[in-house]
């Protein structure tokens, strides 16, 4: 299909391979990434969330399988695999403990400078990574340590951003946030995927998160994928999705609750605003 990005097929990763009794961090994983697509990586601390998306971009080679992004297959010995990581950016945890420029104009430059790019047309990607991340003009010459958390987020993002990625893979970009910084940083990533067509993939251990962006979300547990589909089939599976260490986003269980105290409403909805026109909806 012209619209595929990047299939993972059938990786196998293990990272004490001394140990023929240790467990695989990715046991078997094959999936697709489609253009334009937002997926949601869910899954407990240790599922492989994390290693997977290491080896989106050849961070991390697998003990079999491979990765083929348009077509090409990543590890191959000839493949360029410094402009993959152009077009599949990644941007790690808490990205701000990554930064080290004097400036966020410098740090921003630092990645497409790195990549090849001339300078001048750097600082022209840097400028417009900035306007797009949402950041205010008078950061520009700021330090970036200066800066608040959620600016700190903008800043690691717009430094991907900067070097025109296709893929976009952010991990757990909310962590710490307060809930406004939080909100307001899932409504721009969103906007990305909405306005300019990148491919997110959203890791998160946010039900909530992933629940109110990602058009499709795939659970990890134990180095495998469980579960790959909408979020509201992937919901269906609370009691599943507990066993795991996981939960379902907050609306579920008020509106189960609200069902088992008689009131009508449909409890397949997983979104605040969609919660709010059922409930007000069922008393009017």
């Known amino acids: 299909m012209e619209d595929m990005k990047l299939i993972a097929d059938h990786l196998v990763f293990q990272y004490d391979k001394s140990r023929s ?3 695989r961090a990715l ?3 094959s999936f697709v990434l489609h253009k334009g697509e ?3 990586l869910i899954g407990h601390t240790g ?3 994390s290693t997977l998306v290491q080896h989106l971009n050849a961070l991390i080679r697998p003990d079999s399988g491979s990765i083929y992004y348009e077509g090409a297959d990543i590890y191959e ?3 360029d695999r410094k402009a993959l990581r152009g077009k599949v950016g ?3 945890q808490y990205p701000e403990y990554q930064l080290f420029e004097e400036t966020v104009l410098s740090e921003v430059i630092y990645g497409p400078v790195n990549m090849g790019m001339d300078k001048k047309d750097a600082e022209l990607a840097a ?3 900035i306007r797009r991340v949402g950041l205010e003009e008078e950061c520009i010459d700021q330090s970036p340590f200066d800066l608040s958390g959620g600016q700190k987020r903008r800043v690691a993002i717009a430094s991907v951003l900067a070097m025109d990625p296709e893929i976009l893979v952010l ?3 909310t962590a710490g946030l307060d809930p406004a910084g939080r909100s307001e940083l899932l409504e721009m990533i969103k906007e990305l995927k909405e306005k300019e067509g990148i491919t997110i993939v959203l890791v998160s251990h946010s039900m909530d998160d992933v629940a109110e962006a990602a058009d499709r979300i795939i659970v990890m547990d134990k180095g495998r994928i469980i579960y790959d589909d909408v979020p509201v089939r992937v919901f269906e599976h609370i009691n599943e999705l507990e066993e795991m260490g996981l939960a379902a986003p907050q609306m579920s269980y008020l509106l189960r609750d609200l069902k088992k105290a008689g009131f009508p409403v449909n409890t397949d909805i997983i979104t605040l605003k969609d919660a709010r026109e059922e409930i007000l909806k069922v008393l009017s």
């Open 47 to 49: 599922s492989g969330k």
């Open 90 to 92: 990644l941007v790690f």
């Open 127 to 129: 400028y417009d990574a």
């Open 27 to 29: 046991d078997d994983v």
């Open 38 to 40: 937002f997926v949601g």
């Open 77 to 79: 010995k000839d493949y």
């Open 171 to 173: 991990d757990e970009p």
């Open 21 to 23: 009794d240790a467990r």
